[in-house]
């Protein structure tokens, strides 16, 4: 009888300890499941910190100390890799840790069933009396209580760690939104600066000065710090003469029989202007020390 009720008290310790291993196995391999989850896409925004951190360090030193030539021939590498950099959007990968509750078993409950059984003893001298012997399977399923007790301490542990992971990830993430921007206005500000550049590069002049109107302008040249002007179909005061800086007009110069003009150009070794005359074809010479024509 002895060996019958202690069989039955394993069986029913066996039963509570494979529950209790099969919940604390389930909550273990969630628990590793989020944790993986939360490190991968940690690892992943950490990566992508530092790729953005190195381009953002390599543009800045482009634009505080390289030299125009050096962003120009840098333009196409940087805009391949800031495009790189913004295809590779990892905030698309979330992590969304599971949400994990324990309803515990009602042990107050359990306490009021005979699991074992009862031991009647049926005598002729005294009525049935039944003796209940479940005090040791009482202990022992209180102490199973307690152990899921710490498993659901333990659950709430790890739960709280993955608010802590969520919340992380959300930090990270506004971070990269943050960068994100910052990256798009350097690469505004550089793309407006190469067009810039390209802009200075392409010019191959611009306007100094308008002139008053008047006849056309054949020939300009401007030896001595003055500009010599020449208009044609004049009969005299064919040359104007400006000061170089100011463009102001100082005097005329007159070239008697003077045709029809092609072109003015100075020699500053002669020191004298010559004035190309295809109508009657000549060249007339205007000595620019004392504006005497010959």
């Not at 925004?45 to 050096?70: I, N, P, Y």
């Not at 009396?129 to 710490?150: F, G, H, I, N, S």
């Not at 709430?156 to 608010?163: D, K, P």
Request: aromatic share 4%.
């Amino acid at each position: 009888m002895k060996k019958i009720v202690l069989a039955t008290g394993d069986i029913v310790k066996r039963s509570v300890d494979d529950q209790t291993n099969d919940v604390l196995t389930e909550l273990q391999t969630v628990t590793s499941e989020s944790s993986s989850q939360a490190e991968s896409v940690q690892e992943a925004f950490e990566l992508a910190v530092v790729s953005m951190e190195s381009f953002h360090t390599r543009s800045r030193e482009l634009l505080d100390k390289g030299r125009t030539s050096d962003m120009t021939r840098a333009a196409r590498e940087l805009h391949e890799r800031a495009q790189e950099l913004l295809n590779n959007d990892v905030t698309a990968v979330h992590c969304h840790p599971p949400r994990v509750t324990f309803t515990p078993a009602d042990v107050t409950q359990v306490k009021r069933f005979n699991l074992i059984g009862r031991l009647a003893v049926i005598t002729e001298e005294q009525p049935d009396e039944p003796l209940p012997k479940v005090a040791r399977v009482e202990t022992e399923l209180e102490e199973d209580r307690q152990e899921l007790k710490q498993a659901t301490d333990t659950a709430a542990v790890l739960q709280e760690e993955l608010i802590q992971a969520t919340a992380r990830e959300r930090e990270l993430q506004m971070q990269l939104d943050k960068m994100k921007d910052e990256l798009q206005m350097q690469l505004e500000q550089q793309s407006r600066l190469l067009k810039e550049q390209e802009m200075k590069q392409r010019e191959i002049g611009h306007l100094v000065e308008r002139l008053p109107e008047g006849k056309p302008v054949t020939g300009v040249t401007s030896p001595q710090n003055h500009l010599y002007i020449l208009r044609d179909e004049k009969c005299s005061e064919q040359v104007e003469v400006c000061d170089i800086n100011s463009y102001q007009f100082q005097r005329y110069l007159t070239v008697p029989k003077l045709g029809s003009t092609a072109d003015i150009v100075a020699c500053a070794h002669n020191r004298c202007a010559y004035i190309s005359d295809w109508e009657y074809d000549s060249v007339d010479k205007i000595a620019l020390s004392d504006d005497t024509v010959t």
